[in-house]
T-cell receptor
């Protein structure tokens, strides 16, 4: 079946602009995650949703970052007043169950954000 | 808190020779451990995972890893490298205090180059 999809795949923004990144998880997956991957680094956790509830946003780097999943499926990560340090690949992942130690997270291809 | 150290940032092998990618972890809890592979412009793909069952874990494409608690290691191996194995590999640990079992902590990655 279809995997996790993300759009756009590439986004160039001028510093100070707002951006919105979309994630379509695998159908029926309860859990959804956002990660940020800086150049040459491993992904870092940003936030976690269980259905429409945002249960953990401890990884969001500032209050300029906001994520939502209003109907428990598609999710949007919004970054306000973008800064150059926001340049990174933003990865979305979903998993079938509620948070468990062993559950596999399936990743999308990512959105590469470049802030000029 | 848990952490992952990938001991080599870059490994280069010849096609048909064995592959060894090294990973050490630190965790206060019994962790789950994963290896993911990332090909250019593609999403992270799960190679294999350890979830406290058998310590020798077999994954896709001929890869396997052995969990060694005494050495806190989870090295990834393959008997014979193929050109298509060239990619970035991430060692990942899940599980932390406070019930956030879903949080994945990634290593910085090892770039595998396969020479003809």
């Amino acid at each position: 079946g279809a995997g996790v999809s993300q759009s756009p795949r590439y986004k160039v923004a001028k510093r100070g602009q707002d951006v919105a990144l979309r994630c379509d998880p695998i159908s029926g997956h309860v859990s959804l995650f956002w990660y940020q991957q800086a150049l040459g680094q491993g992904p870092e956790f940003l936030t976690y949703f269980q259905n429409e509830a945002q249960l953990d946003k401890s990884g969001l780097p500032s209050d300029r970052f906001f994520a939502e999943r209003p109907e428990g499926s598609v999710s949007t990560l919004k970054i306000q007043r973008t800064q150059q340090e926001d340049s990174a690949v933003y990865l979305c992942a979903s998993s079938l169950q509620r948070s468990t130690l062993t559950d596999t997270q399936y990743f999308g291809p990512g959105t590469r954000l470049t802030v000029l | 808190a848990q952490s992952v150290t990938q001991l080599d940032s870059h490994v280069s092998v010849s096609e048909g020779t064995p592959v060894l990618l090294r990973c050490n972890y630190s965790s206060s809890y019994s962790p789950s451990l994963f290896w993911y592979v990332q090909h250019p412009n593609k999403g992270l793909q799960l190679l294999l995972k350890y979830t406290s069952a058998a310590t020798l874990v077999k994954g896709i494409n001929g890869f396997e890893a052995e969990f060694k608690k005494s050495e806190t290691s989870f090295h990834l191996t393959k008997p014979s490298a193929h050109m298509s194995d060239a990619a970035e590999y991430f060692c990942v640990v899940s599980g932390s205090s406070g019930g956030s079992n879903y949080k994945l902590t990634f290593g910085k990655g090892t770039l595998l180059t396969v020479n003809p």
